[in-house]
């Protein structure tokens, strides 16, 4: 009997269905000689990992400036999006949570008390009814990951676990029954089970069919990774990742949220970074970032999921890449993500008391974008390989850059670290089309030109080094996923002592 495969989440179907639109590629190196060499496939909220055995423990960018093409790839056993970066420039729901807020940022999303939604409904509640065919059970089941998520805590003590993992019989397995499948229930396309867990902090688990295919709950609010993969968490006080589903806003597509949660949910410092897929995710494009291996203690980090739209989303003005005019949605997401997102999850975690946005290539000029639009509700910028020349990539084009409307601003109160690898290719940065941006139009890789000449503008506004300004440049370093990981312990560090 051949595998089936686990049903995809409906944002995840959409995303991949204007991918294809898009006629993008999968994980092509796209390459722009005005931005640099980025190789981005930026991978999309993982739905399902596969693995076999009998009682596993779970299963298991370049970003040059060229985004205007995405790809939708399966990495492994994980399925999901990716939106390739096109040349340097590369590519890049909405309900609120009920939740108390503390300036420690302790989290009640591990609560263990039914959360009310819309109608004074409960999450058991909501599930009983789909259960009862008396509620589409995919509207329940977006309604539930709204407030306090899969598994549902319900009110006699045990724990309701529910999905639509597609046709077939499922189980439950995971570390409070030995891996030994437990049958679920079916209610038409879902599949659910009620079950007493005496110590639910830290139990893993997943969900089985009878082919052996497991999966971890696609709607899970809790999450980790190890050897076999993606696993999913009942409760959790130790550090550990979170997933928000859908969100949406201000003409934007639905996106996925990663958070990382320190320990017993509490903080003081937060960070809201781009490309969210490719952040925690070991089976993301060059091993993605691995954030949760650098991370200081006390630091919440929401990670937003890119869309296939991710040029246009990333940049503030349009620009010319490929002979196509795309970008200038910049102002948009930075709506999305300070006026919708920011307050959802402070919602949900609690208030900072120091807050960033971050970001690589184009996510490193969004965060930019964000900053001067907001430039008295963050503390600091930090920007890897950051495509700050767009705008006055393409031939004849000259909107405002990043870089000019820094220098045009004067110094403002946050702090900003900036860097790049590769180097001049052994030209100097010149301004050699008389735009007012060096070299964004010669051989130069990874943003490393534009990068110096905003670090001296910035400096010549009054920021101080290591103050309120950090520089670092990576000699020979490409643009991608791998290299920002091995440096961005740096500015993570700089950040955690603000």
């Not at 949760?292 to 890119?306: F, K, R, T």
């Not at 850059?401 to 946050?414: H, M, S």
Request: glycine fraction near 12%; charged fraction near 20%.
């Amino acid at each position: 009997m051949p595998r089936q495969r686990p049903l995809l989440r409906p944002s995840t179907l959409l995303l991949a269905a204007a991918t294809l639109a898009l006629g993008g590629c999968a994980n092509g190196e796209e390459t722009s000689a005005s931005v640099g060499s980025e190789t981005s496939a930026t991978t999309t909220a993982t739905t399902a990992t596969t693995a076999t055995g009998p009682m596993p423990t779970s299963a298991g960018t370049d970003d040059a400036k060229t985004d205007a093409t995405t790809g939708s790839t399966t990495t492994g056993g994980t399925t999901g999006s990716t939106t390739g970066e096109t040349t340097e420039a590369t590519t890049d729901a909405t309900t609120g949570t009920t939740g108390t807020t503390g300036s420690t940022g302790a989290t009640d999303s591990d609560s263990d008390s039914g959360t009310t939604t819309g109608g004074d409904l409960t999450d058991e509640e909501l599930l009983l009814l789909a259960i009862e065919g008396e509620l589409d059970p995919a509207d329940a089941l977006q309604q539930i990951s709204d407030s306090d998520g899969l598994p549902i805590a319900g009110e006699g003590g045990t724990y309701y676990f529910a999905c639509l993992c597609g046709p077939g019989t499922w189980s439950l397995v995971g570390d409070f029954n030995g891996w030994a499948p437990l049958a679920m229930n079916e209610a038409g396309a879902l599949r659910w089970v009620e079950l007493e867990i005496a110590a639910p902090d830290g139990a893993k688990y997943k969900f089985v069919d009878n082919v052996d295919v497991y999966i971890p709950d696609p709607m899970a609010r809790r999450y980790d990774y190890d050897a076999f993969g993606e696993f999913s968490l009942v409760r959790a006080s130790a550090p550990h990742l979170e997933r928000w589903f859908n969100v949406a806003g201000f003409g934007l597509e639905p996106r996925d949220l990663q958070v990382y949660v320190p320990q017993d949910g509490l903080f003081s410092h937060a960070i809201y970074a781009a490309d969210g897929q490719n952040l925690f995710d070991p089976d993301a494009i060059w091993g993605g970032w691995k954030l949760q291996e650098s991370v200081p203690p006390e630091m919440l980090i929401v990670g937003v999921d890119n869309t296939p739209a991710r040029m246009d989303e990333y940049t503030h003005v349009t620009d010319v890449i490929q002979k196509m005019t795309v970008g200038g949605k910049g102002p948009d997401y930075a709506k999305l993500v300070h006026e919708q997102i920011r307050p959802r999850m402070e919602a949900a975690y609690g208030e900072p008391l120091t807050s960033a946005v971050m970001g690589s290539s184009l996510g490193g000029l969004i965060s930019f974008v964000i900053a001067d639009l907001y430039p008295d509700d963050y503390d600091m910028v930090i920007s890897m390989s950051g495509t700050v020349g767009w705008g006055s990539i393409g031939d004849g084009v000259n909107n405002p850059t990043i870089l000019e409307i820094y220098e045009q601003a004067g110094k403002r109160p946050f702090a900003i670290y900036l860097d790049s690898g590769g180097g001049d290719g052994g030209m100097p940065c010149v301004d050699s089309d008389l735009d007012g941006i060096d070299d964004d139009d010669l051989a130069a890789s990874d943003n490393y030109c534009e990068n110096n000449q905003l670090r001296d503008a910035l400096a010549g506004l009054g920021y101080t080094f290591d103050l309120d300004l950090w520089h670092w440049w990576e000699p020979d370093a490409p643009h991608n996923e791998a290299a920002w990981a091995a440096r961005v312990g740096m500015p993570l560090t700089h950040f955690a002592g603000l």
